[in-house]
């Protein structure tokens, strides 16, 4: 056998399997699987929704039927778009922010225990206050412009990312570290390879929940003062009685967080092909 074909064959280990990748009629049906639950419990949902519409269980001016609902994003395309970008927005930069604030202080927490006992409490006591009891403050202090938005946007996201940070960058195996340091590896060189990729799992599973909470966190700072985003249209249109588009802002500003939340998931797929959760080929032990 020639030494080409010897180096690509597989190695073959006792109890040990290898496990081929998936074909493409493999990856769609297990997409469908797990797929199908989530949209039949959508669909169930919808029907629900419009039973009780079409019955009249509920007065129509408290909850309009799904028709109305979409024929108010149908028929106001532009109105919703504009505000929908606006939230967005705000939504993205309270995320950016949230991030880098929050990895930056898990690191100094991790590599410092009196940054840790001291900061802790302050970011406990931080997260348990209702932000929608404070978002006034920002305003009178920051005006109606976008930046209380993005301060409250930054203060609900803000928690879950240094909690999973400071999480992942303690999991390390003490035994890696011991490892780098016997091998010479300075303390930057060992975050940079060992520490930081190890956390990156736990930083994903915080941002995942980070983004969805900063789009609560920029609407929640549009209903105290804002004349423009999803905050404000919901809060018009509650004034209004218009319940069809107060539904209507509802479902873009639940559609905007679920996007967001596909797009880290979506990052961590490709960023973390290397984590045992998203391997789609690898081995398997036999007993």
């Known amino acids: 056998m020639s030494q080409s074909a010897l180096s690509s ?10 496990r081929e990748s998936p074909s493409a009629r493999e990856r769609f049906a297990d997409a469908v699987e797990k797929s199908w639950r989530p949209v039949a419990l959508l669909v169930a949902c919808f ?3 419009w039973v009780i519409a079409a ?6 001016y408290l909850v309009p039927s799904p028709g109305k609902t979409f024929e108010v994003i149908l028929d106001k395309p532009d109105y919703l ?7 967005t927005y705000e939504t993205l930069i309270g995320f950016v922010v949230a991030v880098a604030i929050g990895v ?11 940054v840790e006992k001291t900061l802790y409490p302050i970011l406990l006591f931080a997260q348990v206050v209702p932000k929608i009891a404070i978002a006034p403050l920002f305003v009178v202090w920051l005006g109606f412009g976008i930046a209380p938005k993005i301060v ?6 803000f928690f879950p990312v240094v909690i999973s940070m400071v999480t992942g960058l303690k999991a390390v195996d003490p035994e890696m570290l011991q490892l780098s340091s016997t091998m010479g590896a300075s303390p930057w060189q060992t975050f940079v390879k060992i520490r930081f990729p190890a956390s990156l799992p736990h930083l994903f599973s915080g941002l995942k929940v980070a983004v969805t909470l900063a789009v609560t966190g920029a609407v929640v700072g549009e209903f105290v003062g804002a004349n423009e985003g999803l905050g404000y249209v919901i809060l018009q249109a509650n004034g209004n009685l218009d319940t069809p588009m107060l539904f209507a802002g509802l479902l873009v500003m ?3 967080g679920v996007v ?28």
Not at 152 to 157: G, P, S
């Open 55 to 60: 019955m009249e269980l509920v007065e129509p």
């Open 47 to 49: 029907v629900a929704w």
């Open 104 to 114: 930056l202080a898990a690191v100094v927490m991790v590599y410092s225990t009196t």
């Open 152 to 157: 409250i946007a930054v203060l609900i996201a």
């Open 9 to 18: 064959a597989p190695v073959k280990t006792a109890g040990v399997a290898l």
């Open 81 to 87: 778009w504009q505000h929908s970008w606006v939230t």
């Open 254 to 256: 639940s559609l905007i």
């Open 260 to 287: 967001l939340f596909v797009i880290v998931e979506l990052a961590e797929k490709l960023l973390l092909p290397w984590h045992a959760s998203r391997r789609e080929s690898g081995v398997t032990t036999a007993f």
